[in-house]
Structures are given as C-alpha cells and as structure tokens.
C-alpha cells in the first residue's frame, strides 16, 4: 500500500526555521507531482507549495518569500524548509503526492506545526 510518512513537525518560535519531509513509497516517485498543503483550526486547507515531476514550483502569496519546496528523487522525499515563521503558519501540514494521468491521489497522515513563544 502507498504511504506518505511525514516527521518533522513541531514548535517553533516566531522568526525560527523548520523542515518539513514527506517519504513516499511508490516505485517511481520521480513521475508525481507533489504538493505541501495546510489546514488551520477553523480555516479551509490551503494549497501552500507545490512542485511538478517537471521541477516547476509555485508558492501561495503568503509563504513564497519564506518557505521553499524541493525534492529528491533518489530518497523519494519532498521538502519543505519553512523560515521566518509566523503564529499565522500554525496548521497541521499535509503531504500529497499526485499522478494526475492514472487517477492516483495520495495524502500523508499530517504534522501539527505550531508558531508560538
């Protein structure tokens, strides 16, 4: 069976760093695209980063300048680096991993990162 295994998260104070993984096992993690989602309490989740199996990425407006997403194909593993952190960042971050050509739509279990002094 699939999975999306996310460690990584945690607290962090205001203007601090974090890196958020997300492992995938699927056999040719290359060909996905792979995207870093996050839902606050009482908000709608929000698409945050996304990168293509192309390279190509995009930022929501309230993240581009701060958080940068990567990955490496020969781990299986995209990243997010997450810096100059706000209380506003506070959310459970979700992993997804997407084949858009076969239908195949993959969600990790979700990380509670929390922004707070």
């Known amino acids: 069976q699939v999975q999306l295994v996310e460690p990584g998260g945690g607290l962090v104070q205001p203007g601090g760093s974090l890196r958020l993984s997300c492992a995938a096992s699927?056999?040719?993690?290359?060909?996905?695209?792979m995207g870093w989602y996050r839902q606050a309490p009482g908000k709608q989740r929000e698409l945050v980063a996304a990168?293509?199996?192309?390279?190509?990425?995009n930022y929501a407006d309230s993240v581009k300048d701060r958080f940068t997403i990567s990955r490496d194909n020969g781990k299986n593993t995209v990243y997010l680096q997450m810096s100059s952190l706000k209380p506003e960042d506070t959310a459970v971050y979700y992993c997804?991993?997407?084949?858009?050509?076969?239908?195949?739509?993959?969600w990790g279990q979700g990380t509670q990162v929390t922004v707070s002094s």
């Open positions: 997804n991993a997407v084949l858009a050509r076969l239908g195949y739509d993959y």
């Open positions: 699927v056999r040719i993690f290359s060909i996905y695209d």
């Open positions: 990168m293509s199996s192309f390279g190509d990425r």
